[in-house]
């Protein structure tokens, strides 16, 4: 079964900083991988996703994201931090309709 | 464009207690997801409907959790008897169509305290 790590419980990031969260993924093949981001007490919002094609996936809000096969990684960037941006990301991937989310990093960003 | 809805917002129960949480999809949606989010983690996969049948339950607790979507729109998901771990965001989510292709829409989901 595929699994995703997010290795990140928490980063701390001044606002204007570029920001990198890291996924590696396990599965046999490329599945389809996702990132979502997770406000208090909201639903998950997606942000991006890879299917196929170009590795670099540009999503909502400025951010995007490599897909390196050859890591199992699938980083997620942002050039410029935004206060609005602090909240829960989650990476996901899927195969044969199983969605499967990492643990989640938690996001703070400082003034 | 109405989102996914749920309510309650939250609930706290007692052990042994029974529950049940309502979700309504985005309109025209036919497949229907319900997620369980323990504090800390990344939500789990409960159930999923395709209209008013079940195309995945494999981890669903069905000792204790029951869901239904009847008439393909609106779905409940059921506990019962509650149990301590059971202390979690219970997620529900919508897609026009089962496949990964077709971006998941959440709720703001129901969280429930069993004490």
């Known amino acids: 079964a595929q699994s995703v790590t997010q290795p990140d419980i928490h980063i701390t990031v001044s606002e204007g900083a570029s920001l990198e969260l890291r996924c590696n993924y396990s599965y046999g093949a490329t599945p389809y991988l996702f990132w979502y981001v997770q406000s208090p007490g909201q639903g998950l919002q997606l942000l991006l996703k890879?299917?196929?094609?170009?590795?670099l996936v540009q999503g909502i809000k400025g951010f995007e994201a490599e897909f390196k096969r050859s890591q199992s990684s699938f980083n997620l960037r942002k050039p410029s931090v935004h206060w609005s941006d602090a909240a829960e990301y989650f990476c996901a991937v899927a195969a044969d309709n199983d969605m499967r989310f990492g643990a989640g990093t938690r996001l703070t960003v400082k003034p | 464009e109405a989102g996914v809805a749920q309510s309650p917002r939250y609930k706290i129960i007692e052990k042994r207690q029974s529950v049940a949480f309502w979700c309504n999809p985005i309109s025209g949606h036919a497949t229907l997801y319900w997620y369980q989010q323990i504090l800390g983690q990344g939500p789990k996969l409960l159930i999923q409907f395709q209209n008013n049948g079940v195309v995945d339950d494999s981890q669903l607790p069905k000792d204790r959790f029951s869901a239904e979507r009847l008439k393909g729109v609106d779905s409940t998901l059921k506990i019962q008897p509650a149990k301590l771990e059971d202390s979690a965001v219970y997620l529900c989510?919508?897609?026009?169509?089962?496949?990964?292709?077709?971006?998941?829409?959440f709720g703001p989901g129901t969280r429930l305290t069993v004490l």
């Open positions: 890879y299917f196929s094609g170009d590795t």
């Open positions: 989510a919508s897609s026009l169509e089962p496949s990964p292709y077709n971006e998941q829409f």
